[in-house]
Every structure is written in C-alpha cells, then in structure tokens.
C-alpha cells in the first residue's frame, strides 16, 4: 500500500469568522466547530482556546491530543470504524495539519490526566509544547458515568480534528512524503539481501478506562493481529485511555507512530521493513499467555529476522512486554525492546516489575518518578484544581508562591514508550 | 570549604604491600598518597582534612571491629564527604571501600564515592548501594579516575543533582537518572536492533537486573483455625481518603480498622487508586477487598477469624523500594497480632 502525506505548514490558529486554511494559518469559527462537537447531548458546553509554544499557558487535565488530519485523495477516511465509515485506510493522499494539534480537556474523569505546560522546565518534557493547541474545554452533562464521559469526549476530539483537517483538503502541502509498503513477495524480491524487520506494537487494553480502539474495535476483545503501517497515519489506531500522562500514547502519537516512522526511514537502505503486529495488555494471565503466543506466532509466519516491540503503561504490562520480548528471543529472532521506568524518586528502586535475561536490548523514555517544579505560569486553559489527585501529583504539592511539584508521569507524552523524545535514563 | 575525609589501604597509604595487610586502622591529618592527587584536583572547593589507613586483611578478617573504629573516627571529623579509593581491581580493597562507604552512609548519612574496576569484586557487591566511578584495572588508571571521581565528589558534598550515569561516569545500576539523548528513543531502537542482528555491539540503555522473586510458603494446615487478614494495593480506604493516600506512587499505606464492618458500602468506602475506573470499587469496595464474603465466611466456621485490621496502599506506579519497605513494616505488625495467613488483593 502507499499512502503519499502532505504536510500543511501551520504556524498559527486564529478564531474568528470564516474556518479555513490560509498561508499556514488555520482560521476556526468557535461556532462552526462547537455544532460539530455539541451534536453530543452528553456535552453541556465547550470553550474553545489556543495554546501557543513560549506562552505563559498550563493545559489540564489533558484526555487526549489529536491532529487534524484528512484523506485528500482515495479510498476510506480519519479515524476509520469510529468517525469515517469503516473502509481500509492508509493509501491515497492524506493532507495534514502539521505543527497544529486538538487537545481536550474537561474536569476529570479518572485520575490520569495529564498537564501540558507551553514554556518552563515542564514544556522540556512534553512534545506538545512545540505545537500550537486548538483546545477544547468541556462541560459534561451532570450525573454521566466516567466511562461515558470519557468516550463523549474521546469522540469529540476526534470529530473536531476529522473537521478540522477537512479544511486543508484542497490546500496545496508545503512537503510530501510517500510511504510505500511492499507485500511479502514484493519485498523479498525488491530487497533479497536486506534483514527482514518487523514492530510488535502493544495497546493499552487492560480495561476500565484503559483501552484503545482500532478501527473502532476494542483491543481488549481481539486477538493479536496485523496492520499495514501506513493505517496508523490515518487514524486506524486511536487512544480511549487515562492511563498516567506520561506513558499513555495520545492519538497523536499513533497518527505520528515514530517508530513506523523511523522503520520506513531505513525501509530498502539498511532493512526490509516487512510487516506490523498489533497485540493488546490484558489482564487476566490466560489473556496475557494468549496474546503472547500469537505475537511469537505471527513473528515467526513472517519471517522477520529482527522486531522492536513498544509497550504503552506500566506495571502490568510489563509483564506482557517481557512475555513478548521472551517468546520472540526464542524463536532466535532479535528484539530491541522500548519501555519507560518506575524507579522512584531517587532513582534507586527496581524500574520494571518484570525482567527476564533474554531482554538485553532495551530503549527507556526515562524514569517516570522523576519530580519536578513546574513554574506559576499566567495563564491555565481547564482547571488546576486536579494537580495533587492526578498520576504523579500528590498531597500540597501547589507552593505557596503558585508553583507545582511533580513527577514528570503528570506531563503527556514525557516517557513515551514509542520513543517519540528523546530522554532516557542512566 | 568542604571537608573530605579520604579512606585509602596500606599500600597506598606508604605503610607497606602484603605483609602490612594486617595493619590497623589509623587516621592523620591532610592528604596521603593518592589525597594529594585529590588535593590538587579539588583545589580550593574541598580540602582533605584527614586520611584513614587501614590494613586491607585487617579490615577484611576483623569486619566489624574495622567499621566501628573506623565510624567512630568519621564521626569526629564529621567530613562534608566521604571518599574511598580508588581500589582498581584490587579485591578486598574493593570490597573494604564498599563496605565501609556503605556503613558511613547509612549510618552517619554522609554522603560517599567511591572508584574501582568494573569486575572489582567489590563492584558487584555494592553497585546498587552507592556511586561507583568505573575506573581501569589498575593504578595507571589513577590519572583518569581522579579527576572524574573529584567532580563528582563536589557535586555529592554539596547535595547537587547528580547526573546520568553516562555523564557523570559512575556505574550504571545505582540510581537512574533521566538525561536527553541526541536522536529520539524510536531512532536508538532501529539503530540497536540494527546492530543486534549484524551481531556489532551495542549498549542497551537498561540492564536487566537480578529480579526479586518470592518463594510460596507451605499452604495452612487447618483454614478454620486461621486468622485471616486482608492486604490490598488496591487502594480501598475509608471514605474521603483520611491519610491522603496517593492515586499513583504511593509514599505511604493506611491502617483500618474493620473490627465489627460486615460490608464495604458506598458511603462507607472507596479507592484511592488511579489506575482505573474507580466507579465498581466506589460503588462496592468489597469487590477489591472482599470483607463481606470473609465476614460471612468467619460466621459460618469456615476460616477461624478475619483480621480486625487491613493494610492498603495504591500499588499504581508505587516503587517496588516504596512498596517493600511498607510490606516489612506492617507484615511485623501482622505477625504480632498473631495473623496465620493474609490474603493479598491488587486490581
């Protein structure tokens, strides 16, 4: 399948009277989209916002984060099975918003939202610190369930970005990057002496507000199946969790998969890229033995010579990661392996819960524990009224001069287990 | 100025080599040896004030006696900074810094550094104690070991944040410590795996430690005899969460008392933990610490007796240190209230 994305240059989000795409600036009327968003009855309201990169602004409680995208030219449409109607994405022409991002926010749901802060030391750690946030502050209507909250909300990030990204389709994109992924038969002819690489891509299923939806199926009821890369950068995968901030893949990160990225940036040079692999992190070990098997299984009816295996969360899911890791390492085919760490404040505890010797290639997005002083900033789009209840928040951690004191698990995206930063630990 | 005190063996010490193994602690004032190399390297941030010599076979066939004297010496002089070594690959030399910058650290807290060769016995026993500078094999490693062990040094008397292991040139496996590579973690994976399969070799940026793992006891003899108690990482406190227990990383466990409680209800309990959907467990908490179903089996003669009280902690990103450390502390407590038995519930 190939899949040419055209990147839109936005350098600015300007609310006002006409919505549309104009010299890398994205014009939103507040009205045009609130309809969009407010078909939902479960939603009261919505305020709308812009967040830009070195602004004085702290987004949060942050649910998910999206961009805007949509299918330019081609079968299929953004976040098929759930907002498009559900036929197969990831070919055609797909125009992208880039530098813009949707972020919805709302009182809190579970406990693990996140913070995403535009200047200071806590806009190191989060990607969306460097692009411009259409944000989106909700009010639920009283008395609704956290699990419909979370899906009401979950459903009207995604509409608003499907809508929005409608605007770039008949605007001209500043890049284009063609994505050409090869059958089996194909890429074994084309690339005879390359070493066949595959990616184990885990999703977060455990249930109970961790869950992530693909093709709008849940992947807590699927088996461990494939995917043709390509899909993901039109919203095949997309996040339905509040698992802590810090690990939790947003939308965004799977429409901007890094490592499908950087495997078809080596694709014919240095490896094959031959194939991807969803599998899910259940609970139950029957689940977990299953999904594990059929990983190993899948891996070795491809023929890869090599896989990276990403994880998403932490704690149970280690043990999942490492059933992967394990069971595909015995087959002799290679693994690197990306996780993140729990070692504790200091550093000093054990990082995973689960470890076994056949893992000794390991990438880690950094110790989630680490603890941080986020900075007053002026300006607070959502409420910061969670920030000592949130994952990686605890009791009187507001000071009195306005600053917060966090573990950087608060923060989106700051230990991405897809390897979306750059940190790591030592 | 800050204040070292340096703790180095008879050999380096100019007493003597292996017939003075057995030489006896001693302490003098200044640098000795190898301090003057610190001396000079600290220049005017640190001084060496005093230098102890100590006997490596003394240290090694007397241990306790060594570290008493020893602690009591560090206790007068009352250093900024401990500093041991470096030992190179100089066995119970190695072992004697560990021990002994382990001893002054716990139980004077002062902060320690030592340096020696990787495959120093030493390394292996003490690598997750304490900072360790890697250094070469042997003393013609001293020339790189001091300046790093001396920056490092600093930074630790001064309670600075110390840095990544691969920055500051300790070994890895102490403390992890977040830092920001060149390429993002997605580009480090391809270019590993890369190498893995060309068999080239490669770092991997988390080495798989010993991992923990606990031996099932012998089952109860007689169930309807036991006392039962119920642990949970689970989270479930009363309601309104009285001690404040985190949602995540948990830096403490509550105690209940459930002496006379049937049935956990909704206005009675919930959870604390955020690493689900809290509202099953709100609604019903016995469906994460089930009272009830105990109770009721107290009442019928099946277990002898349920526990009046229950230990519960949020086990969602709690540190493994964190969550051990509360376990040792309340399992004491089970043990003395004469619990036969607990069962632990997570989530």
């Known amino acids: 399948m190939k899949l040419t994305i055209g990147n839109i240059r936005i350098t600015n989000i300007v609310l006002g009277e006409q919505s549309k795409v104009e010299s890398g600036t994205l014009y939103v009327n507040p009205k045009e989209l609130e309809a969009v968003v407010l078909e939902d009855s479960n939603i009261v309201s919505v305020k709308f916002d812009v967040a830009k990169p070195g602004e004085s602004t702290r987004i949060t409680p942050v649910k998910d984060v999206i961009e805007p995208r949509t299918k330019a030219q081609g079968e299929g449409g953004m976040f098929p099975g759930v907002i498009a109607k559900v036929d197969t994405v990831g070919s055609g022409v797909t125009h992208v918003l880039k530098g813009a991002a949707v972020v919805t926010v709302g009182k809190i749901v579970g406990f693990q939202e996140g913070i995403i802060d535009m200047t200071g030391l806590g806009a190191e750690y989060t990607p969306f610190s460097k692009t411009i946030n259409l944000v989106m502050d909700f009010v639920p209507r009283d008395g609704l369930a956290a699990h419909d909250y979370e899906k009401s909300l979950r459903l009207a990030g995604l509409k608003a970005a499907s809508w929005l990204g409608g605007l770039g389709k008949n605007v001209k994109p500043d890049e284009e990057i063609v994505y050409d992924f090869s059958s089996v038969t194909e890429g074994i002819k084309k690339y005879p002496d390359l070493p066949r690489v595959g990616y184990v891509q885990m999703l977060q299923s455990q249930g109970l507000l961790h869950d992530t939806y693909v093709y709008g199926v849940d992947m807590k009821q699927s088996l461990t199946t494939m995917i043709c890369p390509t899909e993901v950068f039109d919203g095949a995968i997309i996040s339905g969790n509040c698992v802590s901030a810090c690990d939790k893949n947003t939308t965004y990160h799977h429409q901007n998969n890094p490592v499908v990225t950087d495997l078809f940036a080596r694709h014919g040079k240095d490896l094959n890229f031959a194939g991807m692999i969803i599998t899910n992190e259940n609970v139950y070990l029957a689940d977990k033995e299953r999904s594990s098997d059929w990983t190993a299984k899948l891996v070795a009816m491809m023929g890869f010579d090599g896989v990276i295996i990403s994880q998403e969360g932490f704690g149970n899911p280690d043990t999942d990661l490492i059933m992967n890791c394990k069971k595909v390492e015995a087959l002799g085919v290679d693994t690197v392996i990306i996780t993140d760490e729990y070692a504790g404040r200091d550093g000093t505890s054990q990082s995973l819960a689960d470890v076994d010797v056949s893992a000794n290639a390991v990438v880690t997005g950094g110790n989630a524990n680490q603890v941080i002083t986020l900075p007053k900033l002026d300006k607070v789009i959502g409420t910061q009224e969670y920030v000592d209840v949130i994952a990686g928040g605890f009791e009187n951690n507001v000071q009195a001069d306005g600053s917060i004191v966090v573990e950087i698990q608060a923060i989106i995206g700051a230990t991405n287990e897809m390897g979306f930063n750059k940190m790591s630990a030592r | ?347």
């Open chain 2, 1 to 347: 100025m800050l204040k070292i005190l340096h703790y180095i063996n008879q050999f380096y010490g100019g007493i003597g080599g292996e017939e003075h193994a057995g030489h006896l602690p001693e302490m003098r004032e200044g640098a000795v040896g190898p301090g003057t190399a610190f001396a000079a390297a600290f220049g005017a941030d640190a001084t060496i004030t005093h230098t102890i010599i100590c006997g490596d076979s003394y240290f090694g066939e007397n241990l306790e006696e060594a570290k008493k004297t020893i602690l009591e010496m560090v206790r007068g002089v009352k250093p900024d900074l401990f500093l041991a070594g470096p030992a190179f690959n100089a066995g119970r030399y190695g072992v004697a810094c560990g021990t002994i910058c382990d001893a002054v650290k716990e139980e004077l807290g002062i902060p320690v550094l030592t340096g020696m060769y990787i495959e120093n016995p030493g390394a292996e026993m003490f690598v997750d104690k304490m900072h360790i500078v890697s250094t070469k094999d042997s003393a013609v490693g001293m020339r790189d070991a001091v300046p790093k062990m001396a920056k490092l040094a600093l930074k630790l008397a001064r309670g600075e944040n110390i840095g990544a292991s691969i920055e500051e040139g300790y070994m890895p496996g102490y403390m992890r410590v977040n830092f920001f590579e060149e390429k993002r973690g997605s580009e480090r994976a391809v270019d590993m795996l890369l190498a893995k399969m060309k068999k080239e070799p490669f770092t991997t940026e988390f080495p798989m430690p010993d991992f923990d793992r606990v031996e099932a006891l012998p089952p109860v003899l007689d169930i309807s005899k036991a006392k039962i108690a119920l642990v949970t990482s689970g989270g479930i406190v009363p309601k309104g969460n009285p001690d404040r227990i985190e949602a995540s990383s948990a830096s403490k466990y509550g105690e209940y008392d459930i002496a006379g409680v049937d049935d956990l209800t909704e206005a009675t309990y919930e959870t604390a933990h955020g690493g689900y959907d809290p509202t099953y467990a709100n609604v019903d908490s016995d469906r994460v610490l089930p009272v009830d179903v105990l109770r009721e089996m107290e009442n019928a003669g099946k277990i002898g007796s349920l526990h009046n009280k229950f230990y519960t902690t949020t086990g969602n990103g709690t540190a493994v240190k964190s969550s051990a450390a509360f376990a040792i502390e309340f399992a004491a407590k089970l043990k003395n209230d004469g619990v036969d038995a607990v069962i632990l519930t997570s989530t």
